[in-house]
C-alpha cells in the first residue's frame, strides 16, 4: 500500500512539474494562430518521421537481442521488440518505470530472468547516454558559438548570479575539456574500484560491483560474436533519432531552410531534454527546443509549433503501439501479432 501512494505521488509530482515547463515554455503567446499553424503543417513529413521512428525501435530490439543472447538466452525478436514498446508506454507515466517494466514483461514471456535483463537494460541507458555525450561533442565542434550561447542564455535564464563566470568558461577552452570530463572520470573510477576490491563495506560493494557490472557489459560487447553489427545497430537507431527531428523541420516554413548541420544542434538538445525525469520529456522539450530554435532566428511561437508537433507525433506514436504491446502481453497465446 505505501508503495502505491508514493507511485501516486511521484506521478502527480511529474505531472506538475511537465504542466509548469508547458507553461512557462506557452506563456505570452497567441494559442489560437499556434494551433493554426499545427493544423496547416505538412504532414508527409510528420508521418515520414514515424516510420522513421518505427525503424529505430526495430533496430533498437535486435541491439537488446543481441546482448540478451549474449547471455546465453534466445528470444525472439518480436517478443522482445514488443517489450520494448510496453516499456516506452510505461515510462509515460512514470519515468523510468519503462526500463522494469519492459523486463518483466520480456520475462514472463521467455521465462528469462528479471535481473539478468535488468543488467542488459542498464549498459543500453549507459551506451544511450554516451551517445548522446558524442553528440553533445560534435554539436560542439561544429556549433561552439551556437552552442555556447544557448549555454550562457539557458544558464542566465535560471541562475542570474552565475552568469559571468559561467560565461568566461564557456568562452575558453575549459568548456570543451569540462564535457570530456566524464570519459576521463569514468576511466578513472574503474581504477579505482578495481583497487578498492578488498576492503569493502557491504554498502561500497554494491556500487562497485554495479559499476564493475556495466564494465564487464561493454566488455562483453567487445567480445560479443559479431560485435560489429550490435556498434552499426547504434549507430543506425541514433541517425533515425536525428533523421526524425531533421525530417520535421519541413512541415512547417518557419523551420524549412534549415540544414542537416542545424538540425543535429537542434536533435542534441531535444535529446538532453528527453532524459529529463519527466513523463516523456513533457514541458522541458518544448521549452528546450523552442529556445534553441531562436538562435537560427525562428520566432519563439513556430519554435512551439515545430516542438508541440515532433513531440505530440512521437507520443501518440508511443500511446499506440504500447497500447498494442499491452494486449500482446495480456495475451496468453504466444504466436499472436
Not at 540478451?68 to 538466452?73: A, F, K, M, T, V
Request: net charge positive.
Amino acid at each position: 500500500m505505501k508503495k502505491k501512494i508514493i507511485s501516486i505521488i511521484k506521478y502527480v509530482v511529474l505531472l506538475a512539474i511537465g504542466v509548469g515547463l508547458m507553461y512557462l515554455a506557452f506563456r505570452g503567446n497567441d494559442l489560437k494562430k499556434m494551433l493554426r499553424d499545427i493544423e496547416s503543417a505538412n504532414y508527409f513529413w510528420v508521418f515520414l518521421s514515424l516510420f522513421v521512428s518505427i525503424l529505430a525501435y526495430i533496430s533498437r530490439a535486435m541491439r537488446w537481442n543481441m546482448l540478451i543472447e549474449s547471455l546465453g538466452y534466445k528470444p525472439k525478436v518480436r517478443n522482445t521488440y514488443w517489450a520494448l514498446l510496453f516499456g516506452y508506454f510505461a515510462n509515460l507515466a512514470i519515468p523510468r518505470l519503462g526500463e522494469v517494466s519492459r523486463c518483466g514483461a520480456l520475462s514472463r514471456k521467455e521465462k528469462i530472468p528479471f535481473n539478468e535483463l535488468l543488467g542488459t537494460v542498464v549498459i543500453e541507458r549507459v551506451i544511450d547516454v554516451l551517445m548522446l555525450f558524442l553528440s553533445l561533442i560534435l554539436v560542439a565542434i561544429l556549433e561552439f558559438d551556437l552552442l555556447k550561447n544557448f549555454a550562457v542564455r539557458a544558464f542566465n535564464f535560471h541562475l542570474y548570479p552565475a552568469h559571468s563566470s559561467f560565461l568566461l568558461l564557456v568562452n575558453s577552452w575549459k568548456f570543451v575539456a569540462l564535457m570530456l570530463s566524464p570519459l576521463v572520470l569514468l576511466i578513472a573510477l574503474q581504477i579505482y574500484f578495481r583497487g578498492q576490491q578488498r576492503n569493502q563495506t557491504a554498502s561500497f560493494k554494491k556500487i562497485s560491483d554495479l559499476f564493475l557490472g556495466i564494465i564487464r557489459g561493454f566488455q562483453t560487447i567487445l567480445m560479443m560474436k559479431d560485435n560489429w553489427k550490435f556498434i552499426a545497430h547504434t549507430f543506425f537507431i541514433w541517425t533515425m533519432y536525428f533523421i526524425v527531428s531533421y525530417v520535421c523541420f519541413f512541415s512547417i516554413p518557419a523551420t524549412s531552410n534549415l540544414t542537416a548541420k542545424d538540425g543535429l544542434f537542434i536533435f542534441a538538445i531535444g535529446g538532453i531534454g528527453m532524459t529529463a525525469p519527466v513523463q516523456g520529456g513533457f514541458g522541458i522539450y518544448h521549452l528546450l527546443i523552442s529556445q534553441a530554435l531562436t538562435l537560427f532566428g525562428i520566432p519563439l511561437s513556430d519554435g512551439l509549433v515545430f516542438a508541440t508537433i515532433v513531440h505530440t507525433a512521437q507520443t501518440m506514436l508511443v500511446l499506440l503501439m504500447g497500447g498494442i504491446s499491452v494486449i500482446y502481453f495480456l495475451n496468453p497465446n504466444k504466436n499472436n501479432l
